[in-house]
């Protein structure tokens, strides 16, 4: 049977057994410690408590004004000790809020509110106050994802549960464990919308879990909801690749899902989603997967927001003699970490602890312009003549090649038989051309011009 896919892609080993037939396990910081930082998606936020302040689980602690703000809530109740910056994934240091626990349950959430029966308006305010961003790893604000501009009708939700990162099991798991509220959150969100038609799109090394979704689908008699396979292969999982392979509708360039009439959400999205109504419970918690073979049992947990996870070991979290690598999400999109004493946060959707074997130590040698990096970019993208215009300082040419297109899957360096750092490269590219970008924007405005991107 040809199932649903898009060209390009690869095929790294899954690794997925590692972890996939363990339940989501709920487990603490051994030092009822949390450091949770300020700002986790959507435009920067502000602290709103100080230090010394007694906090409740579940409310406020940081926030912002702009459009694009999503708060950030205490994720224990306890007492502020210190606001100053951490390390974070990406290795980078940002500002948090280091909570530490006075041993009750006290929390702070919102009244349950029926979405189906307020007005569109309420029902976006109650998702923008509970904290909800994408949870698949861009973080985006979901209050504004779903507040779609009428001239932009939306006729398809997409539930993205392809998982298709090696290691990572965290969304299977949720559509074992947590299909109830994930149709839920699906049948929010197209009541939001106003889409007629949902699709929960389950990669095929996932189908088993395919019957136990439609029998929840059918108990709930949601009708309008459908079960998709899709062909295993990364990045499959893709917002823009997943709607092409689905949909047959290719997102343009510099456009949103939105744009095509799509909209598509994270399943753990979905699930908080659910509970920011029913239980008036802010995004507070999330579940990840614990993998890679310097684990002596691989896990799938799920800890408050904030935890440091080198807390969790070796009580929770027990490893192997000869670590060589830890990653903050995937091995294809996520961030090699100085060490495991970094939070997880809203969007953080495992982490790995790797050995040699599961490392490429293979130092990096000229390009040799073999054109597999064009082969397997989902995107159509020229990696090749990006990398060449990056290195030439010609960020014009990377960006006409396709540069700002780039979802830095990866797909690219794992291919590369000279094992460039492709994605490394991109990053760096794209931060250049934003910065040339911004004083562009600086320049014109001090003409009081009116700025115009063609003229970067």
Do not use: W
């Not at 349950?105 to 509110?113: C, D, F, K």
């Amino acid at each position: 049977m040809n199932l649903p896919t898009f060209s390009g892609g690869i095929h790294p080993p899954e690794n997925k057994h590692l972890s996939s037939a363990y339940a989501i396990e709920d487990a603490m910081p051994s030092t009822k410690t949390v450091a949770i930082p300020v700002t986790q998606g959507g435009a920067a936020n502000v602290p709103c408590v100080t230090v010394g302040n007694s906090v409740a689980k579940g409310q406020i602690i940081a926030d912002g004004t702009g459009a694009f703000s999503v708060p950030v809530h205490a994720s224990i109740a306890g007492i502020v000790k210190k606001i100053e910056p951490r390390l974070v994934t990406g290795n980078t240091e940002s500002l948090c809020v280091i909570i530490e626990a006075d041993g009750t349950e006290r929390t702070n959430y919102l009244e349950p509110l029926n979405p189906f029966e307020c007005d569109k308006t309420t029902a976006i305010d109650r998702i923008r106050l509970c904290g909800i961003v994408g949870m698949g790893g861009a973080a985006f604000p979901t209050h504004v994802k779903l507040n779609v501009p009428s001239e932009k009708p939306i006729d398809c939700i997409i539930a993205n549960a392809a998982e298709c990162e090696p290691y990572l099991t965290i969304d299977e798991r949720s559509l074992i464990e947590e299909a109830e509220k994930i149709i839920d959150g699906l049948s929010i969100s197209m009541h939001l919308t106003g889409a007629k038609r949902a699709i929960i799109a389950v990669e095929n090394n996932k189908s088993y879990t395919t019957e136990h979704l439609k029998n929840i689908i059918a108990k709930s008699e949601k009708q309008n909801i459908e079960v998709q396979l899709v062909e295993t292969k990364y990045p499959q999982g893709g917002e823009k690749v997943l709607i092409k392979a689905i949909l047959g509708r290719e997102v343009p360039s510099k456009k949103l899902p939105a744009d095509v009439g799509c909209v598509v959400q994270n399943v753990g999205t979905l699930i908080a989603i659910s509970d920011a109504f029913r239980l008036g419970k802010p995004l507070v918690d999330r579940a990840l997967t614990i993998s890679g073979s310097g684990c002596e049992v691989a896990k799938n947990l799920r800890v408050p927001i904030g935890t440091l996870i080198g807390d969790l070991i070796p009580e929770v979290i027990k490893l192997n003699p000869g670590v060589k690598k830890i990653i903050s999400g995937g091995p294809m999109m996520g961030f090699s970490m100085l060490n495991a004493m970094f939070p997880v946060q809203k969007n953080t959707s495992g982490v790995l602890f790797l050995m040699e074997k599961e490392v490429s130590l293979l130092a990096e040698t000229p390009c040799i312009g073999c054109g597999n990096c064009i082969n397997s970019c989902p995107c159509g993208l020229t990696p090749v003549m990006m990398l060449r215009s990056i290195k030439a300082e010609d960020i014009d040419s990377a960006k006409k090649y396709g540069l700002m297109d780039c979802m830095e899957c990866g797909s690219c360096s794992f291919v590369c038989p000279a094992k460039v750092r492709l994605v490394q490269y991109f990053r760096l590219g794209k931060i250049k051309a934003c910065a040339a970008m911004e004083k562009a924007k600086a320049q014109i405005s001090a003409k009081k011009e009116p700025f115009n991107e063609c003229t970067i």
